[in-house]
């Protein structure tokens, strides 16, 4: 079957393109072609050789579906020798994405720069949250916690989850094929990680999120995107006009924030150009650009290219932390893929979640400025249907998205949060930390399936809680005179 479609590929896709450009402007076909093998091609290298992953695996669970209609006309290959992998559309549209160290993957879209060096990792201020073997849990109500999370699914498969109270792993499980050093990506939730780049330049007093967000093309105070700050950027209400990242599928090929990722060698230029198309502070809107602007500045502020970021990134975040495998990926001129693009094992994303549910302090140490925890978990104003703060999605608040979608999640909790089910959910009330990382389908990528483990997590904590005092009470016995 796939012969026969493949030899009428190309019509079938430029049929399909024109249909889908009949309702969506002027966006150009070319860079709708290029996202699927472009997605195909940068996903499958930094699968192989950032995770380690089976990459036919990786392919049919994790690429295949939203490729759709696309998908017969996708071939793939991966080359060990060279650490690349190409893929092409349909016979004709071709990708070629290749391995760079510390840098993660890049899709080849004309001449490429040299990759930045390995960083090299200083000592951990943050001890050890577990040892090399995996946690298992011996609470039967964890145990019950993590079957009922990993049980299948109809579109959802959960690769790993991660619970830490206290600094310590109390319970973990990994899919077959996974285990404890996996990186896995975690789409979106770079999004906090660049929040939390943002909180230490803050912190070391090189940038101001009320200021004028610092991108030369709107210098100009005349210009409506001048007022536009680096907490407008953060929050979703930059104004910008530029699509939306609240969904992935095949028909996303068509959005410019899609394209702007998987179709364009330097991002962050695209996303300056976007015109306003409200006053900043006026309207939220969920979209990639502002975060790649954001990647930019925090670029430009430590240095100004790739090997400045790492430096950067690792003796002031990672290391500290103790993370053992992050891979923040790059794009052609060198800004950070900070919207989108960093691998890491859960543990790691467990680690990066303790930051904020400690408020900023590791071992003592304070590496985000006092505040900046429950600015970043305030809620947005025009996102109460969502949920969102400043790079975190939150249930503070008075929202509608918690009482529907959230209701075992307690009110001061928030989370970083990616495409496909990726998940890190601080609950400051409770000291824990709970990572879900894995590939969901369904409605709201499986919010109410994050939201029944918490609240058994939740329950199985009280129970210890309550089982801990009545065995530390003291034994009352009947006096006589």
Known sequence: MHRHLARFGPLIIAAVIAAAMAGCGSLRPDRALAVAPNLVSHQLCSAVFVAGLDPDAYYRQALAPDLAMFEPFMRHDVDRARHEVTATLAGG???????????????????TRQPAAASLQSPAVLPPIAGPRIVTPTDPALVAALDHEFAARPLSVTNAVVIV??????????????????????????????????????????????DPAPVAAWSDPRDPRHAISIDSLMRMTSGLDFGQSMQQNWMTAFDPTTQMVFASPDMAAVAERA?????????????????????????????????????????????????SRPTL?????????????????ARDWARFGMLYLDDGVVGGQRILPPGWVDFSARLTPGSEAFG??????????????????????????????????QYVIVVPSAHLVIVRMGLSRTAFEDIDGVDRLVG??????????????????????????
């Open 388 to 421: 969102y703060g400043a790079g975190f999605w939150t249930n503070r608040g008075d929202q509608t998205a918690a009482r529907l979608h959230r209701p075992h999640m307690p009110a001061d909790s928030f989370m970083a949060r990616g495409s496909l089910g």
């Open 456 to 481: 058994e997590v939740l329950a199985a904590q009280a129970s210890r809680s309550t089982r801990l005092a009545s065995s530390q009470s003291p034994s009352i016995s009947a006096r006589s005179d």
């Open 275 to 323: 015109h306003a198309g409200s006053r900043p502070g006026a309207v939220w809107r969920y979209s990639n650009g502002n975060t790649l602007l954001l990647s930019r500045i925090v670029r430009d502020a430590v240095g100004g290219d790739a090997a400045a970021v790492l430096r950067f990134a690792h003796a002031e975040l990672f290391d500290k932390l103790g993370m």
């Open 329 to 345: 990926e790059f794009d052609a001129v060198g800004t950070p893929i900070g919207a989108s693009h960093m691998w890491a094992p």
């Open 93 to 111: 549209f071709q990708s070629r994405a290749v391995y760079r160290g510390a840098e993660g993957c890049l899709v080849v879209q004309g001449p």
């Open 165 to 210: 109270r206290d600094g310590r792993v109390i319970a973990e499980r990994y899919a077959p094929g996974y285990g404890v050093d996996t990186p896995m990506h975690g789409w979106s939730m770079t999004k906090s990680v660049t929040n939390a780049l943002l909180g230490i330049l803050v912190c070391e007093g090189k940038i101001s999120v009320n």
